[in-house]
């Protein structure tokens, strides 16, 4: 029968295609159970592997719902895309709280040491840091080579090391695994990008084991909508890097006063798929999440609630254009 991953597997080359997983709808909704294993080659855990829930106190670890995701991916032969090891969100309270760089820097070794070692042959690929760059304009001028340093423990640690480090011993833990660092924001052109690539020559330069950049495509604020063809030549610049690419966290919520949201919704997911099956560097592309029947990102304090409509499935689990669009893209 015809799925996302049926196209996938037709295309000439090893491509996936993916979505994000849900903890909780896993467990109770058969539907959402049958949908996602029948359509997708690779999930990511949308929460699970997150260090608030892998390493709720020094040295605990609880890889039980992780482990459950693990086992489903494995059950319907889907690669596990493990999302995050390094990132300055949804860190437990006691990673915040510490006596200094050296402990900081010992404590995110021991985590990647733990979880990717854990995990290793399991999962085909880590986001290794997500979000490394600053949401503040400033940093891109002031010396800070755009680099988050609020918030981060990590980076006020250590610095820019801090993500070479995070690689490394990543690359140690598990060798075969490929290691992205995740972003959102890059996919226009802008000093954001720009900083960002130029991190990428630094990590290649410096020997750091980074196999890909993972291009996150939220369009969070409805009307976000971003160009296809910058896209293409960001895919391209990594290329000549030695980087690969891939579309990691695809949503598009639809304006309310937007005519044909649907269609437009179901261009822009399209456009982004066609670009990286294009591009030979780009390995998979990825939706946060499939079905607009859970609002997953629903942590309102920092993301806007997931909206209504933002992906290619409705609430009733019914196709809607995007799914369509997306099928014919292949
Ligand atoms: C979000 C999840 O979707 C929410 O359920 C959770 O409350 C917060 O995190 N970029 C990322 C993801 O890399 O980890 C975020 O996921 C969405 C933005």
Redo the contacts with the bound molecule.
């Keep these: 029968d015809d799925s996302l991953r049926a196209r996938a597997a037709d295309v000439g080359r090893p491509f996936d295609v993916g979505t994000?997983l849900?903890e909780n709808p896993l467990l109770t909704d058969s539907r959402y159970r049958a949908l996602a294993g029948s359509q997708f080659s690779m999930l990511t855990p949308?929460?699970a592997f997150?260090p608030q829930f892998l390493h709720p106190r020094p040295g605990v670890y609880d890889f039980g719902d992780a482990d459950l995701v693990v086992r489903f991916a494995r059950a319907n032969g889907m690669k596990v895309h493990a999302?995050?090891l390094v990132?300055h969100?949804?860190l437990p309270n006691w990673m915040r709280e510490n006596d200094g760089p050296q402990e900081v820097r010992r404590t995110m070794l021991q985590h990647i040491t733990m979880v990717a070692g854990h995990f290793k042959g399991k999962v085909a690929e880590w986001?290794v840091v997500?979000?490394p760059m600053s949401d503040d304009e400033k940093s891109y001028t002031n010396g800070d080579l755009g680099l988050r340093s609020d918030q981060s423990p990590w980076f006020e640690a250590m610095g820019e090391e801090y993500i070479d480090e995070a690689f490394r011993a990543a690359h140690r833990a598990d060798p075969k695994a490929r290691l992205f660092l995740?972003e959102?924001g890059i996919e226009e052109e802008g000093e954001r990008w720009d900083a960002l690539y130029d991190l990428v020559k630094r990590l290649k330069k410096r020997g750091v084991p980074i196999d890909g950049v993972g291009f996150?495509n939220?369009e969070y604020t409805a009307g976000d909508r971003t160009d296809p063809e910058t896209f293409r030549s960001h895919v391209q610049d990594l290329a000549e890097l030695g980087v690969q690419a891939r579309v990691?966290?695809m949503d598009v919520p639809i304006r309310e006063d937007e005519e044909d949201g649907r269609q437009t919704q179901a261009d822009e997911m399209a456009g982004k798929l066609r670009v990286c099956l294009e591009e030979p560097n780009c390995t998979s592309f990825s939706t946060?999440?499939f079905t607009d029947r859970y609002g997953?990102?629903?942590?309102t304090k920092?993301?806007p609630p997931?909206m209504a409509d933002s992906l290619p499935w409705d609430a009733a689990l019914r196709p809607k254009p995007a799914y369509e669009r997306l099928l014919e893209a292949f």
């Design positions: 994000a849900a949308e929460n997150k999302h995050t990132w969100e949804a986001d997500n979000e995740n959102y996150q939220h990691s966290e946060w999440g997953s990102t629903a942590d920092i993301y997931r």
